[in-house]
């Protein structure tokens, strides 16, 4: 929120001035008449004694004369002057008169100069209605932070939930600005800045607003992105304004958002030797040495690219203190979920554990996101209250994309992903170790997807064995095993799961040494965003020979092959589970996974 409301602009501004100027000038001309007569009626005028006073200029006469009626009213007067021996007649009928010209400057003033002043007055106030909403030339080096008062910021720790080490490392922050003395007691000084970092969506911003609405102090936040300016040092100036605005304001906290955008290592990017950003960043780091931190300034900063940042501003001294806020576990996932819930005016029976586990690796705005979705859905069903159903439709929703029903697809095509779902969905239930099989379904989903297994994990894993990870190829290359088994023939509708199974494999052979031939190496690769996922990839080219990446790509060819095999193997034992389970599948193109283990159970031979 703005320290001052603007005002919107009116066309009545300009009616009501035009109109203050007509009533002005109507009053003015009203205050006396001056009458222009002839010279011949000014003569005979003259000659009649009804002349009282005349100013006699090189071109007119003009004066007072006695009116035509008795009750002795004066009249001004104006004539245009003739003859040069007027001063001889009126001498002749004893006159007085001058050549001197009567003063209009306080009307001239008012007349002219006031409305003038009235314009000028107008334009001004327009101008700064304009440059308050959109900053001219003038506004260039001013910061463009939103400034928020302590009154204003109204969140709380209770608001932020899920990142309770972050919150924990934060509440010494909020400790120092509301006792500096018992610090100060012992030489203690506050860590001048501090940085928010983790991925996209973790709640940093939310944080940093905590933090100010907490210790009640002025909060300063403004991105990273709005210091880069067209004019060559206008970034610069907008950290100094900034610093010079917190000094004045301190105790506060400036948070500066998306630091990455002004703080990437210097000496790369840059367009010839003086790059803009550069100077906004060395600026920022001038400043930061330069501020008492006793002041009670505390510069805070998020960003999910920490790797890209100069070493500069890492070092003690500048952003000492780093806090990480990383996606949070199922009991932080459990935590913010029961906040989001509570906004849910018609909520029904729902196991905040069971949403907790169906949606693993999701961070706070996801799962913001997920309850709204599942209210919205429930909406559009005309439920009287939000259900499981919703919300399980809504994390399949975010993870694979919108049903599309109406896109038709032909019966050859819907057998064949029915086989390649099933092909996923047996093989992950036949080996050990994988994630339980939720749902599957051949509704079309998303762009491209024409089925998707569910697949939901009992808990959150932080390690994977080498074991798992061959399982979890296994299963992914189930679903083109299944289509070669039963059609003898295979379709482009593996390519999702083949990238999959094939980076997992990349990764074992590269980066986690579990490949005999290859050794336990690490085979360099180039710098990885940490906390960007999803497309970011970059080339694997390492810093290895010839000879190695040909071994490297041997040793995951084989791992493709042999898991390929395992899955070919595992189906062939479970034909005749296969082929139920698809009559069942294409007929009511959804099955749970719990029918499928069923099946599964059913078919074993029983032990002896």
């Known amino acids: 929120m703005d320290m001052e409301k603007h005002h919107k602009i009116s066309i009545w501004y300009f009616f009501i001035g035009i109109w203050i100027v007509l009533i002005l000038q109507n009053y003015l001309a009203s205050t006396y008449v001056i009458q222009t007569i002839p010279y011949s009626d000014f003569i005979q005028k003259l000659k009649e004694d009804k002349i009282?006073?005349?100013?006699?200029?090189?071109?007119?006469?003009?004066?007072?004369?006695?009116?035509?009626?008795?009750?002795?009213?004066?009249?001004?007067?104006?004539?245009?002057?003739?003859?040069?021996?007027?001063?001889?007649?009126?001498?002749?009928?004893?006159?007085?008169?001058s050549a001197s010209i009567e003063s209009t400057f306080f009307r001239d003033l008012l007349s002219w100069i006031v409305p003038v002043l009235l314009f000028v007055g107008i334009w001004f106030f327009l101008m700064k209605r304009l440059s308050a909403q959109q900053p001219g030339f003038m506004t260039?080096?001013?910061?463009?932070?939103?400034?928020?008062?302590?009154?204003?910021?109204?969140?709380?720790?209770?608001?932020?939930?899920?990142?309770?080490?972050?919150?924990?490392?934060?509440?010494?922050?909020?400790?120092?600005?509301?006792?500096?003395?018992?610090?100060?007691?012992?030489?203690?000084?506050?860590?001048?800045?501090?940085?928010?970092?983790?991925?996209?969506g973790t709640g940093k911003t939310l944080l940093a607003k905590a933090v100010a609405g907490e210790s009640q102090v002025p909060f300063f936040s403004i991105s990273g992105s709005e210091f880069v300016e067209l004019f060559v040092g206008m970034g610069a100036a907008r950290v100094r304004d900034l610093f010079e605005q917190a000094n004045e304001n301190a105790p506060c906290i400036v948070f500066i958002d998306e630091l990455d955008a002004i703080g990437k290592a210097r000496g790369f990017g840059g367009v010839g030797g003086h790059d803009e950003r550069e100077q906004t960043l060395n600026q920022l780091l001038v400043e930061m040495d330069g501020f008492d931190p006793n002041e009670g300034v505390i510069l805070m900063a998020a960003t999910n690219r920490p790797e890209v940042l100069d070493p500069a501003l890492l070092r003690p001294g500048r952003f000492d203190r780093q806090v990480l806020v990383d996606r949070p576990d199922k009991q932080g996932r459990i935590a913010?979920?029961?906040?989001?819930?509570?906004?849910?005016?018609?909520?029904?029976?729902?196991?905040?554990?069971?949403?907790?586990?169906?949606?693993?690796?999701?961070?706070?705005?996801?799962l913001a996101n997920l309850v709204n979705e599942a209210t919205l859905l429930a909406v559009r069903a005309r439920k009287k209250t939000v259900e499981k159903e919703q919300f399980e439709e809504a994390v399949e929703r975010i993870v694979a994309g919108l049903e599309k029903k109406n896109r038709v697809i032909n019966v050859k095509e819907r057998k064949i992903v029915a086989y390649h779902e099933l092909g996923h969905a047996l093989v992950a239930l036949s080996i050990p170790g994988t994630d339980p099989?939720?749902?599957i379904t051949i509704v079309p989903r998303g762009i491209a997807a024409l089925g998707y297994t569910m697949q939901v994990p009992t808990e959150d894993r932080f390690l994977m064995t080498k074991t798992e990870l061959l399982g979890k190829i296994a299963s992914l290359l189930g679903g083109r095993a299944a289509e070669e088994m039963i059609f003898q023939d295979i379709s482009t509708g593996a390519h999702n799961d083949l990238a999959k199974a094939t980076d997992i494999a990349r990764s074992m052979v590269t980066e986690y040494g579990m490949s005999e031939k290859a050794g336990q190496v690490y085979y360099k690769s180039e710098p990885q965003a940490m906390f960007l996922q999803a497309g970011q990839r970059q080339s694997a080219k390492g810093e290895y020979g010839d000879e190695t990446a040909q071994l490297i790509d041997r040793e995951i060819r084989n791992i493709i092959d042999q898991q390929y095999s395992v899955a070919m193997e595992l189906l062939e034992q479970k034909k005749a589970v296969l082929e139920k389970a698809a009559m069942e599948l294409l007929e009511k193109e959804k099955i749970e996974g719990s029918y499928l283990e069923k099946l599964i159970k059913e078919a074993e031979p029983p032990q002896e």
């Open 52 to 97: 009282i006073e005349v100013s006699i200029t090189e071109r007119q006469i003009q004066g007072q004369m006695k009116s035509e009626s008795d009750s002795g009213e004066e009249l001004y007067f104006r004539t245009v002057r003739v003859d040069p021996e007027t001063s001889a007649l009126l001498d002749t009928y004893h006159v007085n008169y």
């Open 140 to 200: 260039l080096g001013k910061n463009k932070s939103k400034v928020h008062k302590q009154e204003d910021v109204d969140v709380r720790f209770g608001d932020v939930a899920g990142v309770d080490e972050a919150v924990a490392e934060l509440v010494e922050i909020i400790d120092f600005l509301k006792n500096p003395d018992k610090y100060r007691e012992f030489g203690g000084t506050l860590p001048k800045g501090l940085l928010l970092v983790g991925p996209p």
């Open 336 to 366: 913010i979920l029961k906040v989001h819930l509570k906004k849910i005016k018609k909520l029904g029976s729902v196991s905040v554990e069971e949403l907790a586990n169906m949606t693993p690796g999701m961070v706070g705005s996801d």
């Open 437 to 439: 099989v939720k749902k």
